[in-house]
C-alpha cells in the first residue's frame, strides 16, 4: 500500500498515459487510477477509511479476473486478496502474512458458497491441510492434512453423520479424532485449496 500522497499526480480527472489520476468514489473516498503508458489503467487504489492511506487496491489479470487487495489492521499491508471473475462472482479469498499467501478459500463448485478451504499451517509456503465440505450444506466435513511435513497427504478426517464431530479417521494418528468443525468456512481455523493444491503455493504474490 502507498500513502496517500496527492502531489505525484497529473491532473485531477484526466486521463494520462503513465501516470496516476486522483479523484473521489460516490462515498467520498480518495481514489488514485494508475495508467501504464498506452493509457490503460493498471491499478486503482482507494482511501476506504479516511485516515489518508490506501488500504484497498484492484487489479486485472490477462484472464479477465480482478484481484482486490485489503489491509485489514492499518498496518500498510496487504491482509486479504479476494478475487473476482469477470462476471463479478467472488471464486477465492486468500490470507496473506508478511508478503505470502498462507491461506485460500475456495467456491469450487460455483455456488456462491465457499467450500473448500486450504491452509499452510508451518507457513513454509506449501498447503499441508486441505477441509471441503463435500455435501454442499455450508460447513467442512472432511480434512485432508500432512502432519510428517513430507509433501504429501498422510491424515484423512471425516463428519459422516454431519454433526460436527470427525468420526472417521485414518494416518497421522489421532490428533483429529475429536475436532470439530464449525460452520464458517471462512472462519481463522479453516482455510481453501483443491487437494493436487493448484492455484496455492510457494510461488503465489501478492498485489
Request: hydrophobic share 25%.
Given at each position: 500500500?502507498?500513502?496517500?500522497?496527492?502531489?505525484?499526480?497529473?491532473t485531477?480527472?484526466?486521463a494520462?498515459?503513465?501516470?496516476?489520476?486522483?479523484?473521489t468514489?460516490?462515498?467520498?473516498n480518495?481514489?488514485?487510477?494508475?495508467?501504464d503508458?498506452a493509457?490503460?489503467?493498471s491499478?486503482?487504489?482507494v482511501?476506504?477509511?479516511?485516515?489518508?492511506r490506501?488500504?484497498?487496491?484492484?487489479?486485472?489479470?490477462?484472464?479477465g479476473?480482478?484481484l482486490?487487495?485489503?489491509?485489514?489492521?492499518?498496518d500498510?499491508?496487504?491482509?486479504t486478496?479476494a478475487?473476482v471473475?469477470?462476471?463479478?462472482?467472488?471464486?477465492?479469498?486468500?490470507?496473506?502474512?508478511?508478503?505470502?499467501?498462507?491461506?485460500?478459500?475456495?467456491d469450487q463448485?460455483?455456488?456462491?458458497?465457499?467450500?473448500?478451504?486450504?491452509?499452510?499451517?508451518?507457513?513454509?509456503g506449501?498447503a499441508?491441510?486441505?477441509?471441503?465440505?463435500?455435501?454442499?450444506?455450508?460447513?467442512?466435513?472432511?480434512?485432508?492434512?500432512?502432519?510428517?511435513?513430507?509433501?504429501?497427504?498422510?491424515?484423512?478426517?471425516?463428519?459422516n453423520?454431519?454433526?460436527g464431530?470427525?468420526?472417521?479417521?485414518?494416518?497421522?494418528?489421532?490428533?483429529?479424532g475429536?475436532?470439530?468443525?464449525?460452520?464458517d468456512?471462512?472462519?481463522?481455523?479453516?482455510?481453501?485449496h483443491?487437494?493436487?493444491?493448484?492455484?496455492?503455493?510457494?510461488?503465489?504474490?501478492v498485489?
Amino acid at each position: 500500500m502507498l500513502p496517500n500522497d496527492h502531489g505525484t499526480s497529473s491532473t485531477p480527472g484526466t486521463a494520462t498515459e503513465g501516470g496516476v489520476r486522483h479523484t473521489t468514489d460516490a462515498q467520498g473516498n480518495d481514489v488514485a487510477v494508475h495508467y501504464d503508458a498506452a493509457g490503460n489503467v493498471s491499478l486503482v487504489e482507494v482511501d476506504t477509511d479516511g485516515d489518508g492511506r490506501y488500504d484497498t487496491a484492484a487489479v486485472s489479470t490477462a484472464d479477465g479476473t480482478t484481484l482486490v487487495g485489503h489491509d485489514d489492521d492499518g498496518d500498510g499491508r496487504i491482509d486479504t486478496i479476494a478475487h473476482v471473475d469477470r462476471d463479478g462472482d467472488l471464486t477465492r479469498v486468500d490470507t496473506v502474512e508478511n508478503g505470502q499467501i498462507v491461506a485460500s478459500t475456495l467456491d469450487q463448485d460455483g455456488n456462491g458458497a465457499p467450500d473448500t478451504v486450504i491452509e499452510d499451517t508451518d507457513r513454509d509456503g506449501v498447503a499441508d491441510r486441505i477441509s471441503y465440505d463435500r455435501d454442499g450444506d455450508g460447513r467442512i466435513d472432511y480434512i485432508a492434512a500432512d502432519t510428517d511435513g513430507d509433501g504429501q497427504l498422510d491424515a484423512y478426517v471425516a463428519d459422516n453423520d454431519g454433526d460436527g464431530q470427525a468420526d472417521s479417521y485414518s494416518g497421522g494418528g489421532d490428533s483429529y479424532g475429536s475436532d470439530s468443525y464449525g460452520s464458517d468456512p471462512y472462519g481463522q481455523d479453516q482455510v481453501p485449496h483443491s487437494e493436487d493444491g493448484s492455484g496455492y503455493g510457494a510461488d503465489d504474490t501478492v498485489l
